[in-house]
């Protein structure tokens, strides 16, 4: 199992970031439930699903759903940040192009770190399963949500 | 086996809180454009900063002959507190900047120290103090005190971060430890 997911305790949702996203939307609640809304259904896309997480990209917590602690909540934003950061310098560096995604494998578990491409908001939504997952799958449902959550976030605009 | 005839490079970091200057030093004295991860503050910008580092700045320094310097910054920000023991893996010494503007350079200060020291206490560390021309009750003397206090001999200057000279003087201080 992916590391701080050990807890098995049934899936709770983790809601910090309504200062984040509606401090410059007249609608940063209703985004909030849409963007919380996306979460869940996301991790009930994949049995193998164990969190999503949903942070600004200075590695602020703004949603998470799944098998997180509070404190791995904070924890899973700031590294999402940081992650996200060098994976874009990376592909800056090498190939002179803008970062889509990182994957990692672990050896219980497969983590996707994928930008949120919105307009409006820089955010990173990181996903992680179980050693039953598949990366590809994994994958397109992280970049599927990603996709979702832009649209919620941008549509508010 | 033998071994590789690579170039000699010596690692310091830059560390500080949120706001100090780190990456402004870095890139004033870096050969090239620092390598950089910064990203926009969600909460908006604090006085003239919009973005912060997240996970780490890199440039390198020639020195003379076939010495390199490595210059690694570390995040400001407490949250990101899991980057300091990786990027410090390795280093030789730690440049210790503090925002002089902050009205309370020594908490900051004591805050760093120790923080470090929990890392590797053994790190060779010099101190600069930016911005203390914005706080006119900004006192040298309590600093010297406190590093008195916490049993650091570190060479400590207010220094502009901006400026390519000011800034390689304090890694000449820390190189001069390093001897």
């Known amino acids: ?157 | 086996m033998n071994s590789l005839p690579l170039p000699t490079t010596t690692k310091l970091v830059f560390a500080g809180p949120l706001g100090a200057g780190k990456t402004s030093a870095i890139a004033a004295i870096a050969d090239t454009p620092p390598v950089s991860t910064e990203m926009p503050l969600a909460s908006g910008a604090i006085g003239a900063k919009v973005s912060t580092t997240v996970a780490f700045d890199f440039a390198s320094v020639r020195l003379d002959g076939d010495t390199t310097l490595m210059l690694y910054g570390l995040p400001g920000q407490e949250h990101f507190a899991f980057m300091r023991p990786v990027v410090l893996d390795g280093a030789l010494g730690v440049v210790l900047v503090l925002n002089g503007a902050d009205g309370d350079t020594s908490a900051q200060c004591r805050y760093w120290i120790r923080a470090l020291a929990e890392i590797d206490a053994t790190l060779p560390l010099v101190i600069g103090v930016t911005q203390t021309d914005r706080n006119p009750d900004f006192d040298l003397t309590a600093l010297r005190c406190l590093l008195r206090d916490e049993g650091l001999a570190a060479p400590l200057f207010t220094f502009d971060a901006r400026d390519r000279e000011q800034t390689a003087q304090l890694v000449r201080a820390l190189l001069l430890m390093l001897d």
């Open chain 1, 1 to 157: 199992m992916v590391a701080g997911l050990a807890d098995p305790a049934p899936a709770a949702t983790y809601i910090q970031g309504e200062q984040r996203m509606s401090g410059d939307t007249s609608g940063g609640t209703q985004v909030l439930q849409a963007c919380d809304a996306e979460l869940n259904a996301l991790l009930g896309r994949l049995p193998a699903l164990r969190f999503a997480s949903l942070s600004t990209v200075d590695g602020r917590a703004v949603l998470a759903a799944g098998r997180l602690t509070d404190t791995a909540v904070e924890r899973v934003a700031a590294v999402s940040s940081s992650l996200l950061a060098l994976g874009e310098a990376f592909a800056r560096e090498t190939a002179g192009s803008a970062y889509r995604h990182t994957t990692i494998t672990a050896d219980d578990g497969l983590i996707v770190v994928a930008r949120v491409p919105s307009s409006r908001l820089r955010l990173a939504l990181a996903v992680g399963c179980d050693h039953g997952g598949n990366l590809a799958l994994l994958l397109g449902c992280a970049l599927d949500s990603a996709a979702a959550l832009t649209r919620i976030v941008d549509r508010a605009a």
